[in-house]
C-alpha cells in the first residue's frame, strides 16, 4: 500500500546567512565547498513560494496539506532523489539571508554525480524560463473572463500543480500527458494514483529494471483537476502554455528541453492520450498524431532532435474487458482490452529500446517491438500480456487480486486471459510455477487495483 498521507506543515526553519553570487535566470547555481554534501541556491523564497504547492496560495480545500514551504521543498526533493536512484537522502532546505532579498537554500547528502546534477537541474526547472511560465499561464488564464474553472466540482477546485516528485537527473525518458489529477496533489505524490501506478507496472512488466526512471512527466496543462469531466473546460494548452508572443505562458517547449535533454542527444518523449496527442500534434506541425505513430522533432532551432512515439493514455486499458463479457462494466467501447495491452506494450518497449539507443530510428524500433508484442509474441511474453489483462480489466469479478493469482491464471489457461470472466483455475492444469523473487518484474507487489477498488489488489 502506499504511505499513509502526511501533512507538510509545522516544520522549524533555519536561517543562516549565506552571501549568493547567483541571478535567478542564469541555470548555474553557486555550490558551497561542504564536502559530503552539496549545496545550492534554488532562488528568492517569494518566486519558489509561488511554485510550489502553498498554503499562501491553494485553494482552501488543500491548503491545510501545505502548510510549512521548507518541508514541502524537502518533501518533493527527496521523491526526486529517491526516484532518481540515491539510496536513503538526506535534504534539509532553509531560508538564508541574501544581499538583497530572502534565498531557498538546498543541502543533500550524500554527495555523488546525481545529487551534483541537482545543483544545476534544479534550480533550472523553477526558474523564470520553466516552471514559471506555467504559473504566468495560469494568471493569464485566470485574467481573461471564462477560461478559469468555469464549472468547478465541489471540493475540487483548479489549481497550478507543477510535476514534482520525479526524476531529474537521471530519468530514462519523459511522458506527455495532458494534466495531473488531483490526487497526485491531495497524495503529496505525483504517482500516488491509478494512472500512473498502472503504468509503472507496464514498465516493469515489459523489462524495465526501474519503473520510476521512465516516469519524468511534463503535463500540457499543468493544472490539478478531477479526473474526469474536465477535458472540455480545462485552458487550450497550446494557447495558455506553448505561447512564445503573447500572454500565456511559454512553458511546453522549454520545460521537455530541460527534462529531455543530455549532452549531445534527446532522451525519448511518450505522448500518452488522446488530448496531449492532439496539443503535441499541434506542437510539430501536423494534423493528426495517432497510437503508435513515431517520429522525430526539435524542441529548439538549437536542440538535438527529440525521439517520441504516441499511445495510449497509461490507464485505458482500465476501461476494457474482455470482448464477450457479460458484466455491466463492460458496456459498448470496453472490447479492446487485449488489443490496446499490446499497444502499450509495444510503447513501453519502445521506451527501454530508445532510453538504451536514442538515435536508433524510432520507426525501425516500434517494427521491432510491434513484432514482439502483437506479431508473434512468445510463450513468455504472451504470459506477460496475459497476467496484464487479468489485472486490468474493468469488471472486477474477471480481474485477479494479485500477480501471483494472474500468473496461475494464464499458466492453466495457456495465457489465454479470456478464456473465463473470473479468476479460477485448476491447481492441477498450472504448467509454470510462480517464479522466484529474482526472476519476477518491478511492480509484482502492486496490482494499483486499490485505487479503483479498494483493499482488493494486494499480494
Known sequence: M???????????????????????????PAMADNPGAVEYDLGPEPHIRELYPDASWLPEAYASDYEDLTATIEHFTTQSLERDGVPDPEVSVSL?????????????????????????????????????????????????????????????PWTLFLPLGLP????????????????ALTGQDYLENYTMCRWGRIMGAAGAENPDA?????????IAAPGT?????LPDPVEWFDDRT????????????????????????????????????????????????????????DAPATPWIATNH?????????????????????????????????????????????????????????????????????????????LDTNDPEAACDSFTEAWNYCSAHEANACASHDCR???????DPVPPPARRPAGWDETCNHYRWGDRGFD
Not at 534544479?122 to 468555469?150: I, N, T
Not at 538504451?356 to 500480456?385: F, I
Not at 483455475?425 to 504448467?431: A, C, L, N, V
Open 2 to 28: 502506499p504511505a499513509p498521507r502526511t501533512c507538510i506543515h509545522n516544520r522549524p526553519v533555519l536561517l543562516t546567512v549565506v552571501m549568493i553570487a547567483m541571478g535567478l535566470g542564469s541555470g548555474i
Open 96 to 156: 538564508v539571508e541574501g544581499e538583497t532579498d530572502e534565498r531557498v537554500r538546498v543541502r543533500i547528502q550524500p554527495e555523488n554525480a546525481t545529487t551534483r546534477r541537482y545543483a544545476t537541474v534544479h534550480p533550472a526547472f523553477l526558474d523564470s524560463e520553466h516552471a514559471a511560465q506555467a504559473r504566468r499561464g495560469v494568471e493569464a488564464c485566470k485574467a481573461r473572463e471564462g477560461c478559469w474553472d468555469p464549472h468547478p466540482q465541489a471540493g475540487e
Open 168 to 183: 531529474l537527473a537521471s530519468q530514462r525518458t519523459v511522458l506527455f500527458l495532458d494534466y495531473p489529477p488531483i490526487p
Open 214 to 222: 521512465f516516469q519524468t512527466i511534463v503535463d500540457a496543462r499543468p
Open 229 to 233: 469531466g474536465q477535458t472540455g473546460y
Open 246 to 301: 503573447g500572454p500565456g505562458g511559454d512553458f511546453l517547449r522549454p520545460m521537455l528541453r530541460l527534462l529531455a535533454t543530455q549532452p549531445d542527444e534527446s532522451r525519448p518523449v511518450a505522448v500518452f492520450g488522446a488530448d496531449a496527442r492532439r496539443t503535441w500534434a499541434r506542437m510539430i506541425g501536423r494534423d493528426t498524431v495517432r497510437v503508435l505513430d513515431t517520429g522525430s522533432t526539435s524542441l529548439a532551432p
Open 314 to 390: 497509461p490507464d485505458v486499458t482500465s476501461y476494457n474487458c474482455c470482448p464477450d463479457n457479460p458484466s455491466e462494466k463492460c458496456g459498448r467501447g470496453s472490447l479492446n482490452l487485449i488489443e490496446d495491452e499490446e499497444k502499450d506494450f509495444v510503447s513501453a518497449c519502445w521506451l527501454i529500446a530508445m532510453a538504451e539507443d536514442p538515435g536508433a530510428s524510432p520507426e525501425a524500433v516500434r517494427k521491432q517491438c510491434e513484432d514482439r508484442w502483437s506479431g508473434k509474441p512468445s510463450a513468455e511474453d504472451r504470459q506477460s500480456l496475459c497476467i496484464q489483462v487479468k
Open 425 to 431: 483455475y485448476d491447481p492441477d492444469d498450472i504448467r
